[in-house]
Every structure is written in structure tokens, then in C-alpha cells.
């Protein structure tokens, strides 16, 4: 098995270096990481400035650039391989409910599940990597048992797993999850720059709004793994009624028959 891990938080992090060391004893894996801190760049590629990669002492690969750029580069040249799965993380902090719309880590998971290949992304549910080793040992746990029942290398699929931050003989059994929601972020900081320039910084992530049971948010509080399927595809299927009637409304001209001017027109 040959696994390309990467993450969010950069290549130094210790959530990474957790994951390397814990995939490296069941795959080959190889790391390839953004060189600075991407939180919350999504799957934003760059395409208006140069990207180098580089390698550090202890081997891994790093880009300065965004998750998703680090996991496109390796796929479409930097390997020259196609690795059987891609591996996110381990994030500093929690990716759940609205968090994944923003997310590097689930970014980077993404872009491998865009080029076909199994994909996961692991995050532990508080920062300070408390308990790392713990969360680490738990995602080996779980590409060996997707390995066993020969899910990797195969048609692909994207999971969002979040770790509780607990010893490992602490933590719950797995809970397939919905993702919950937030609430909207709060008020954004305003301060003021040495020039005298007012500064903003985004606001803190809304505290939760729907923690229900069966939801991502529930199931860690619990103490369980979360682990929910993601899709890419953001069509709001159930709607498509609606928005096909009222887009007649909107524009009913645009079917219209041509008037005798235009029709003459035509070529």
C-alpha cells in the first residue's frame, strides 16, 4: 500500500509527524506538506505565482503553497506514482459540521478524491495536540481496517474522521455521522496597525447549532470517532423543481419565440 499524506497545519506540525510515524510502519508512505500554516484555505490552488518544493532532513516534501496545491503537484508529476490513498492531517483541532467548507485539511483529502483515489481526513476534536499518539494510533487503526476489507486502491470515496482528544483505550467505538452546523461566525476584530490603518481579523467559529444525535458534533462530546462520507458535488437536487419553475418565471423570454425583425435576421 502507498499512502501520500498531507495536511493544513504545515510540514513540521506534530499532528503530521504523528501520522507519518504511525502509517509508516503498515505502508509506504511518502509527505507531502505546505511549508507555513494553511488553515482554512479549502481547496484553493495557486495559479498566479511560482510553487517550489522543497525536502527537509527528515525527508518530507514541502510546497509553498496550499494544502490542495501540495496533494495536485504529487499527483500529477512529483511522484511518478499513483499512490492507492491519500491521508489529511492530523489536524489541530476539530473539522466538523460547517468547519468542512473551509477546511486545508479536508482540501487536501478532496483533491485526491478529485483525482480518483481514496481519500480521508483526520482531525483530533481540540488544539494543543493533547493526545496525539492516541489519535494517531486510532487513524492507523483505520486505514488498516479499510485496507482488510479492500476499500483502498479501489473505486474512491472521502471521509471526514474527528478524533476526541482521549487516550486510546478511552475512545468510543466508530459512529458513521451527519455533519452538524454552526452557528454564524462571531463579529469580526477590528484593531488598529502601527500606521494608524484599522486591521480586521475574522472572528471566532459560532458555537454549534445543531448538535443533535447522529450528528458529528454529538458523537464526539460522546467520546466516539466521528466519521462521516463527503461528497463534491453541491447541486441542491431536492430544489431543482422549484428553481425550474422559477427560472421560467424569471426569464420567460429567453424561450420565446423569435419576433418577425429578429426572425428575419437570422441567418
Known amino acids: 500500500m502507498k499512502i501520500l499524506i498531507s495536511n493544513d497545519d504545515g510540514y513540521q ?3 503530521i509527524v504523528a501520522l ?18 494553511n488553515s482554512a484555505k479549502s481547496n484553493a490552488l495557486t495559479l498566479h505565482s511560482p510553487l ?13 503553497g496550499t494544502p490542495a496545491d501540495c496533494v495536485h503537484i504529487a499527483l500529477t508529476g512529483l511522484l511518478g506514482y499513483r499512490p492507492d490513498l491519500v491521508v489529511s492531517g492530523i489536524n489541530n483541532g476539530a473539522n466538523m459540521g460547517d468547519d468542512t467548507i473551509y477546511s486545508g485539511t479536508v482540501g487536501a483529502a478532496m483533491e485526491g478524491y478529485l483525482f480518483g483515489i481514496p481519500a ?28 482488510a476489507q ?6 474512491p470515496w472521502l471521509l471526514n474522521v ?24 462571531e463579529r469580526v476584530i477590528e484593531q488598529q496597525s502601527p500606521r494608524g490603518e484599522v486591521m480586521y481579523w475574522i472572528g471566532g467559529a459560532g458555537a454549534a447549532k445543531d448538535d443533535a444525535e447522529g450528528t458529528d458534533f454529538h458523537a464526539t462530546a460522546q467520546g466516539h470517532v466521528a466519521i462521516t462520507p463527503l461528497k463534491v458535488d453541491l447541486t441542491d ?7 425550474a419553475q422559477t427560472a421560467a418565471r424569471l426569464a420567460p423570454a429567453a424561450s420565446a419565440e423569435p419576433s418577425a425583425p429578429e426572425a428575419a435576421q437570422a441567418p
Open 150 to 155: 479492500n476499500l483502498v486502491g479501489e473505486a
Open 13 to 15: 506540525a506534530p499532528g
Open 162 to 185: 474527528n478524533i476526541p482528544n482521549l487516550p486510546f483505550d478511552a475512545l468510543r467505538p466508530l459512529r458513521l455521522c451527519r455533519l452538524g452546523r454552526r452557528h454564524a461566525a
Open 120 to 147: 480521508i481526513a483526520f482531525s483530533q476534536v481540540d488544539k494543543g495536540w493533547g493526545e496525539i499518539e492516541s489519535a494517531a494510533r486510532k487513524a492507523r487503526e483505520i486505514v488498516e481496517q479499510m485496507q
Open 237 to 243: 437536487h431536492e430544489s431543482l423543481g422549484y428553481w
Open 52 to 64: 517550489y518544493v522543497h525536502q527537509a532532513a527528515n525527508g518530507f516534501r514541502y510546497v509553498n
Open 20 to 37: 507519518h510515524d504511525a502509517l509508516k510502519t503498515i505502508a509506504d508512505v511518502e509527505v507531502v506538506a505546505p511549508e507555513h500554516n
